[in-house]
């Protein structure tokens, strides 16, 4: 039915140029190499006659005979309840050892944008028991939010923890350059947590293919959109969106495109945003949250990968020396549930303990410059021992309600009732009797 | 439906949202709007770079399906928007499309290709003639008028017309929708028929006025360090540079609902779509402090979010200033905001790059410099024929690569503003709202409006103000040297003057956005608690020991703290105040 090309004339990086006619743009190919190898290629780009389109699953051993054929749609990805517990590639081949998904409706990835006004202003608290979180930058469903890491810190098992407990009724874990010990840890956890059967996995490992990275988040954010749609509140997990900007350097380079800073492409802001913004709670219907990692290479959060997606997102969590750190990390949608969907002394609970802990923090770099040990200086630092132990550490699991309770208690060990810089009325309700 | 008199052309090429067309019949104008036929649509499109018959347009949606050899329709006008009654409380898109009418099967999403109407055709409107058979009008006059919301709106005689001409019709008094002819007018031998509404191109600065004036008055924010430090003057120019969440968009907000305007534009430009719709639920809800009707009446947004098209973004500014120019033609007072102008810088630097231009730095376009020069300079106080006055005040955001104001589009901006507003990752971080750095930030406007604001807020009001910042960098100095040799180090003098500007800082500068009270300071409230402030800052203190002097500023400037919270005027207010005023008795100051 559609017309097959066998003339490559170029091939640069993992992107094929041929002379093809009625081609549309983002229009998908068939591709099957000499020695019967196959693969989906995407148009790119339409001058005249001349057509590019980057290879999914990598240019590498391409003949330039090999088969091109138009299918006559962009890319897309098939929607049903099947692909629940199911795992599949960037490209949404299955990868689990079971059968295609038959007879499903396909939907187009990388669809409009939602109309503004049809959305509504987030409410419901997602409980996390990480009292980082949950006191101090509470997650709130349809927020947007990276984890800025180094490379090395367990930002993967923070995702998989968060996931585990969120109660959404759909995870979808888009791996992005996955480690294969990684995307096995995911299952795993998964699994033994009991959620495999309302999970769809679309898994990228750092084997394959670059090109299927870029698919990745699209593949998860468009199956994503249509659970929502159906009324499901969805948690979408990326990781690492690095590696998806890196594969989109890749390619721009390949493009001969100018790039803006190191290297990366100028459009990176909307790239990123166009994924990101498709966290949304649909007025009468589901939602979609999205927790993703964003390693910060060499630590630098001004690198332009964790730079630009800080300014799309609605804060970010940053994880340092395996703790989150409570200065870095904001929710910037924290005010629309603090005090009104959770307790009423979280807020009191929440400034407190952090200004208590930053003086904490001051009192230790004094120390540490040498000046003198003064007994109020005694106090805080038991505090910050505390602080650390009580709340930081990874391993706490426990609900906001007892993480507020022993917010109290830690204060109520290490200070006066009236150094901590509550309001009267907080104090006299919540401080522990006795203490 | 091609009119046989308009150009057509075909497509030849596509990349991104950058189509290139070969021209089969016809001229063609740059910038002018032409459409693609897709089998199921037609997608909007402007015209960026002839060269010979082919030529480039930028498309504004997404160009998923669209195949070399498709039809192209010109339509021989550059991208417009419509102006009339009806543009108030409204939400549109970056191209005027009313964003509550865009309707599709699956009721969430934009889909693409759909226009609408701007402005209800529908709607009646009180008319009421302004001029009358056989006077003689030029271009943007007042020849009628509508209430709309709470404004007067003028009707305006073709805002491109030259010369003058001679009205040869009006309609009276009476209740017509926009689209009635409500005048004709002879326009050198020839007749012209006007409604309600025009069309105006975006891209071209509205000058139907007799000439700019230089702005002096203050534009009133209700946020302190604006008002009193870096003032913004009616008809100036203002930027709010920023690393990612130092707080860009909350002070925005803040401006956009306590400004005493006649009407804000705002613009959200390549941001977050939550944040508009945040503004969507809120402004209903809120007073315009002006009028106390609904904030929602004076307002307008134009909403582009960072995942609508980018062509349509680098529109969206343009679109607000437009309509803001509009409405200062009527003799209005209209802010602008534009959060953030980077990503309408960043639009032009994806097209610049299809378009395989010569990169400039961090690979922007060469003219970006003039394109934000150009945009900032449609701001402005100017004085219609009729020698009213309207004024167009602009304040963009800046989103800096890496948070760091050494790149192309903070530079170029700074280089056109009239007052910098630099947020610092520094003073965020330490919770320290607005963010605005005193140290780095500035207003030419001071100085510029020095006799206005000496005679309307108080005699000595600028050397107070300038005596206020020369503090503030004082004790940053002291604050500076403490960290290497600790307050033991530090004379009693020093830590006095230290603790002033903390005070300073902490009670003034500082303001609690999400206090009910402290989020909004009128301009007589500043000019009070300014004033009794400063008596605190200059009443020379003198203390035997360090602690001594720390005691007593926890307490004075607790007081100035707790002030912030009691309302204007109210018996708590005034408990304050003498509070205050006894312990700088106590502290050995004397009162004047
Ligand atoms: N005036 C303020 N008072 C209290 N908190 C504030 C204030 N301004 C900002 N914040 C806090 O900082 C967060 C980020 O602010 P905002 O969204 O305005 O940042 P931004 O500079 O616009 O960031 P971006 O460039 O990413 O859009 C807010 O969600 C809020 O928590
Ligand atoms: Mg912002």
Redesign the pocket.
């Known amino acids: 039915m559609f017309k097959e090309y066998t003339k490559i004339t170029n091939i640069i990086g993992d992107i094929i140029e041929l002379s093809a006619e009625g081609v549309t743009y983002r229009e998908l190919a068939a591709i099957t190499n000499h020695n019967g190898d196959t693969s989906l290629a995407q148009v790119i780009r339409i001058d005249g006659s001349k057509v590019s389109l980057q290879v999914f699953a990598g240019a590498k051993g391409m003949s330039n005979r090999a088969s091109v054929r138009f299918l006559g749609h962009p890319m897309r990805v098939p929607y049903s309840e099947d692909l629940l517990g199911r795992i599949f590639s960037g490209s949404g081949k299955p990868i689990d050892g079971k059968p295609e998904i038959a007879n499903a409706a396909e939907t187009d990835i990388g669809g409009p944008s939602v109309n503004p006004v049809k959305r509504v202003v987030p409410r419901n608290f997602i409980e996390t028991r990480i009292p980082m979180i949950d006191i101090f930058n509470p997650l709130v469903e349809s927020q947007k939010l990276p984890i800025f890491s180094t490379p090395g810190e367990p930002f993967n098992e923070l995702l998989a923890r968060i996931a585990l407990q969120a109660k959404a009724d759909i995870v979808i874990l888009g791996g992005i350059g996955l480690k294969f010990d990684e995307y096995i840890g995911f299952r795993r956890k998964f699994e033994e947590g009991g959620i495999m059967d309302r999970t769809v996995m679309f898994v990228h490992t750092a084997a394959d293919p670059v090109v299927e990275r870029l698919l990745v988040p699209d593949m998860a954010l468009a199956v994503a959109e249509q659970f929502g749609i159906a009324g499901k509140r969805v948690l979408v997990l990326l990781t690492d969106m690095t590696a998806f900007a890196d594969a989109l350097k890749e390619i721009s380079v390949a493009m001969e495109q100018v790039p803006s800073n190191l290297g990366y492409p100028g459009s990176l802001y909307s790239d990123l945003a166009s994924r990101y913004e498709k966290a949304v709670d649909f007025e009468g219907a589901g939602s979609i949250t999205v927790l993703a990692v964003t390693t910060m290479p060499g630590g630098d959060v001004t690198h332009p990968v964790p730079d630009n997606t ?3 997102t ?2 970010q969590y940053y994880l340092v020396n395996g703790m989150i750190n409570p200065f870095g990390s ?1 929710s ?4 629309l549930v603090i005090g009104k969907v959770t307790r009423d002394d979280h807020g009191a609970v929440m400034n407190a303990m952090i200004r208590l802990y930053a003086k904490a923090l001051e009192s230790k770099k004094k120390i540490s410059m040498g000046f003198e040990k003064t007994e109020t200086d005694e106090k805080y630092l038991r505090y910050a021992d505390l602080f650390e132990e009580r709340f930081m550490d990874l391993r706490v699991d426990i609900p906001l309600n007892d993480a507020l309770d022993l917010g109290w208690k830690t204060m109520a060990e290490c200070f006066d009732r009236f150094e901590i810089g509550v309001k009267k009325e907080v104090v006299d309700a919540r401080w522990p009797k006795g203490a | 439906m091609i009119d046989s008199s308009l150009t057509t052309g075909h497509v030849v090429g596509i990349n991104g949202n950058m189509m290139a067309v070969e021209v089969d019949t016809g001229s063609v104008v740059q910038n002018e709007v032409a459409f693609v036929k897709l089998p199921d649509s037609k997608l909007k499109a402007e015209v960026i770079k002839v060269i010979g018959k082919k030529c480039f347009l930028q498309v504004f949606e997404d160009t998923t399906g669209i195949s070399v050899g498709m039809p192209v329709e010109f339509t021989g006008n550059m991208l417009a928007v419509e102006l009339g009654p009806g543009l108030l409380g409204q939400i549109y898109d970056g191209l005027q499309n009313p964003l509550t009418l865009l309707e599709n099967k699956q009721q969430f999403f934009l889909q693409r290709g759909q226009y609408k109407e701007p402005i209800d055709r529908s709607k009646k409107w009180d008319w009421k003639p302004l001029v009358a058979v056989g006077d003689r009008v030029r271009a943007g006059q007042w020849i009628g008028e509508v209430p709309e919301k709470f404004i007067t709106h003028r009707v305006l005689t073709p805002l491109g017309m030259h010369g003058t001409a001679v009205v040869k019709k009006i309609l009276p008094e009476g209740a017509y929708p926009i689209t009635e002819k409500v005048a004709e007018l002879d326009v050198n031998g020839k007749t012209v028929t006007l409604t309600m509404s025009q069309e105006w191109p975006v891209k071209k600065a509205i000058k139907a006025y007799k000439e700019r004036i230089y702005p002096e008055e203050l534009l009133i924010t209700r946020q302190r360090i604006i008002d009193t430090l870096f003032p913004i003057s009616r008809g100036g120019t203002s930027c709010i540079p ?13 401006i956009s609902k306590f400004s005493s305007v006649d009407l804000v534009i705002v613009v959200a430009c390549g ?2 779509a939550g ?1 508009v719709v945040e503004l969507i639920h809120e402004f209903p809800e809120m007073k315009d402090p002006k009028t106390g009707g609904s904030l929602m009446d004076r307002t307008i947004i134009i909403c582009n979010t960072s995942s609508m098209p980018v062509a349509a973004r680098e529109a969206s500014v343009y679109t607000g200033i437009t309509l803001g120019e509009y409405y200062r033609q009527m003799g209005l007072d209209v802010l602008v905001l534009a ?2 102008t980077s990503r309408w810088a960043q639009a032009m630097r994806e097209m610049s790059g299809r378009l395989e231009e010569i990169p400039g730095e961090e690979a922007f376009p060469a003219y970006l410099e003039s394109r934000i020069a150009g945009l900032y300079e449609r701001a402005g106080l100017v004085q219609l024929h009729n020698d009213k006055h309207g004024a167009v005040t602009l304040i963009g ?1 800046v ?1 800096p690569a890496g948070g760091n104001f050494e790149e192309p589009v903070t530079q170029a901006t700074l280089k056109v503003v009239g007052a910098f507003l630099g ?1 610092s990752r520094k003073r ?1 971080d330490e ?1 320290k ?3 605005i750095d005193p140290l780095d930030s500035y207003s030419l406007y001071i100085d510029q409006m020095a006799d206005s604001l000496n005679k309307n807020l108080d005699r000595e009001w600028t050397k107070m103000v300038h005596e206020a910042e020369e503090l503030l960098r004082r004790g940053a100095e002291i604050g500076k040297m403490m960290t290497v040799v600790g307050e033991e180090g530090i004379s009693i003098d020093d830590l006095v003057a230290y603790l002033k500007s903390e005070m300073l800082d902490f009670t003034y500068l500082q ?4 206090d009910d009270i402290d989020c909004a300071a009128t301009i007589e409230r500043q000019v009070a608690d300014f004033k009794l402030l400063y008596k605190a800052l200059k009443t020379p203190f003198s203390f035997e020991t360090k602690p001594e002097a720390r005691k007593f500023f926890v307490a004075l400037q607790d007081n100035f703290y707790q002030k912030n919270y009691a309302a204007e005027s109210s018996p708590e207010y005034a408990k304050f105040v003498s509070k205050i005023e006894e312990i700088i008795v106590s502290g050995g100051g004397r009162l004047v």
């Open positions: 800080g300014y799309i609605e804060g904001l910037r949608l924290k005010q | 920023g690393p990612f969440g130092a707080g860009k968009t909350v002070l925005q907000h803040l941001e977050r944040e959060d953030s955001t989103s947020l965020s919770r709202f607005p963010a303001q609690n956005a999400f």
